[in-house]
């Protein structure tokens, strides 16, 4: 469907949604977007519409994919999922939580999306559209971030356009992305408590002890979930992280008191900075200067996850 003509836009209307549909169960590329970012979706069930998810994003095929489901009977269908485990993800779901869980030997999915790995990396999205989405086209979708792999994430269809545009069918335009950062994913272990593979929306570290397992997670280790490679949200410029003040040829991202050509939250809030990050990003990327420099942001609550982005932005 795709190809060297421009990606198609449509409002995230009725008549958008049936048109994204169509093209998704005919195998095709659109580009959804959730609370989190911009996620570039084609049916799980397809092994061809899969590949041209890799092929699209560059993406190296052991990095697994996150699928996004209706809701836990649909997650069921894929993953084994005790009482407990269910019980937990009901908690969790619809929202910002990927949850990493031993895959069926009969789930219907294309093997790429789990990249080999015995298991499956789930969510259900809180977006409006990218729930229509799922429910109108009645199969889980799998949905990586929209854009090309290793580069920033996309929270607009214009962030889509920039790496994508020509290499997929469609781009659904419902705005600016709510969240601003990629959903926090959690593997179940095999003494039933969840390990944290990724910071996202979600803080965890209120999380009661008993089920949830501390202790940072090795970055070392094997891939186990998406967004665990050493550099990641690469705006194509050197980054310097903890700046106060910028050098005469680094284009400035502040934070609090920390003034820039552009803040991520002049009131220190994180929740404002997790939303802005990627715009600041792209904006960054596209300004004349050969150099990011980024202010300093603490380690506590969401900035967790905003230092996970901008180290793997700064490798």
Known sequence: MSGKQ??????????????AVEVLRAGGLVAIPTETVYGLAARADS??????IFEAKGRPGFNPLIVHVAGAEQAAALAEMTEDVRRFAEQCWPGPITL???KRADAALAPAVTAGLATVAIRVPQHRVAREVIAAIGVPLAAPSANRSGFVSPTTPG???ATLDGRIDLVLDAGPTEQGIESTILKLRDDDRWEQLRAGPEDTSLWHDSYFARGAHDPGAAIEAPGQLARHYAPGKPVRLEVIAADADEFLIGFGVVDGDVTLSAGSDLREAAQRLYACLHQAALS?????AIAPIPEDGLGVAINDRLRRAAA
């Open 6 to 19: 421009g990606t198609a836009t449509l409002l995230a209307d009725a008549e958008g949604i049936g048109r």
């Open 47 to 52: 092994a061809e519409a899969v590949a041209r």
């Open 100 to 102: 990493v869980l031993p």
């Open 159 to 161: 962030h889509v356009l």
């Open 288 to 292: 004349g200067k050969p150099r990011i």
